[in-house]
């Protein structure tokens, strides 16, 4: 079992910055990837960006690139979401998961087995 505990999360206006962080306790030795996702209120969950442990191993989604910097600590079971340049449809309340097996998708959501409990972004206008 992984417990996920996100923070970070605000209100801030358009071309500001956040940097969101999540730890992990329990069975963090297999936490082979730790992502991000997002979600609007009638929206599905998307992908924003994942790491594998191993470090420079990054994903995102084509929305956030060039804006958004995921980053892991292995020591301390954590991980960052740098989010520079934010604009109003970034709002949402943004989960922490971890996907705990090599098989299936790095980013569909169905595949990560734990996750955080969501904080909530708003990028005002």
């Known amino acids: 079992q992984v417990q996920l505990v996100e923070s970070g999360g605000g209100l801030v206006q358009a071309g500001d910055s956040l940097r969101l962080s999540c730890a992990a306790s329990?069975?963090?030795?297999?936490?082979?990837?730790m992502g991000w996702f997002r979600q609007t209120p009638g929206k599905e969950r998307s992908f924003v960006a994942t790491?594998?442990?191993?470090?420079?191993?990054?994903y995102y989604a084509d929305s956030v690139k060039g804006r958004f910097t995921i980053s892991r600590d292995n020591a301390k079971n954590t991980v960052y979401l740098q989010m520079n340049s934010l604009k109003p449809e970034d709002t949402a309340v943004y989960y922490c998961?971890?996907?705990?097996?090599?098989?299936?998708?790095?980013?569909?959501?169905?595949?990560?087995?734990?996750w955080g409990q969501g904080t909530q972004v708003t990028v005002s206008s």
């Open positions: 998961a971890v996907k705990s097996v090599y098989s299936g998708s790095y980013q569909n959501p169905h595949d990560y087995a734990y």
């Open positions: 329990g069975r963090t030795f297999d936490t082979y990837f």
């Open positions: 790491m594998y442990k191993t470090v420079g191993s990054t």
